[in-house]
């Protein structure tokens, strides 16, 4: 499965934006979703990712109950609606497959697939 991120810019703290992540092939389905960030000079980290049905989630402490992930299975889809966003939310997004049936894992080493990152900038 191939991965294309978009969505990401510049926003105002405080404000708010939704980054998309295509994937092409087949079987979308067959897939948790994960998505992960990378500030300067730190470690991917992860974000937020769900499970094949989208219906479990699982988030970062940091941004919970700031961010949704959710997924279009008919469009081989899924989503980080980002709200209340901060300063430090600033990194480069990046979308992430791992072919399981099973929860949402926040390991990198689990995800396979990765799409090219969308950068997000919070700042005033």
């Known amino acids: 499965v191939q991965l294309q991120a978009s969505g990401g810019g510049l926003v105002q703290p405080g404000g708010s934006l939704t980054l998309s992540c295509l994937a092409s092939?087949?079987?979308?389905?067959?897939?948790?979703m994960g998505w992960f960030r990378q500030a300067p000079g730190k470690e991917r980290e992860f974000v937020a990712g769900?499970?094949?049905?989208?219906?479990?989630?699982r988030y970062s402490d940091s941004v919970k109950d700031r961010f949704t992930i959710s997924r279009d299975n008919a469009k081989n889809t899924v989503y980080l609606r980002m709200i209340t966003l901060r300063p430090e939310d600033t990194a480069v997004y990046y979308c992430?497959?791992?072919?399981?049936?099973?929860?949402?894992?926040?390991?990198?080493?689990?995800?396979?697939?990765w799409g090219q990152g969308t950068q997000v900038t919070v700042s005033s």
């Open positions: 092939g087949r079987n979308f389905n067959n897939y948790v």
């Open positions: 769900n499970d094949w049905s989208g219906l479990v989630t």
């Open positions: 992430a497959a791992a072919r399981s049936k099973g929860y949402p894992t926040r390991g990198l080493n689990e995800y396979a697939y």
